[in-house]
């Protein structure tokens, strides 16, 4: 399994980039997709989740602002990113869970600044 993320880089604050996840090695429409992010000095932490059905989730501190969508046809997972703030800065990940295993992409890193 391999997950290839992109779309980071320097955001303005209140912006509204998307993040991108494509994965291959997986049947992928079963999985249920996640994307964590990891700010400078802290801990690694779920943003959102799709499971397969396309119910999502969200953690207390986007919800509202982002949306996590995915394409089984592309095999792709989105985060799409409004309103960012200052504190969204950080590597985001996409993660899916198979066979026991944690696959996790390289990691964007996207930067709120002005």
């Known amino acids: 399994v391999q997950l290839q993320a992109s779309g980071g880089g320097l955001v303005q604050p209140g912006g509204s980039p998307r993040l991108s996840c494509k994965a291959s090695?997986?049947?992928?429409?079963?999985?249920?997709m996640d994307w964590y992010r990891q700010a400078p000095g802290k801990q690694r932490d779920l943003v959102a989740t799709?499971?397969?059905?396309?119910?999502?989730n969200y953690s207390d501190s986007v919800k509202g602002r982002f949306a996590i969508t995915r394409d089984n046809a592309w095999r792709t997972v989105y985060l799409q990113m409004n309103s960012l703030k200052p504190e969204d800065t950080a590597v985001y990940y996409c993660h899916l869970f198979e066979r026991s295993t944690d696959f996790w992409g390289q990691g964007t890193l996207v930067t709120v600044s002005s």
């Open positions: 090695g997986t049947s992928f429409k079963f999985n249920t």
């Open positions: 799709i499971t397969s059905s396309g119910a999502t």
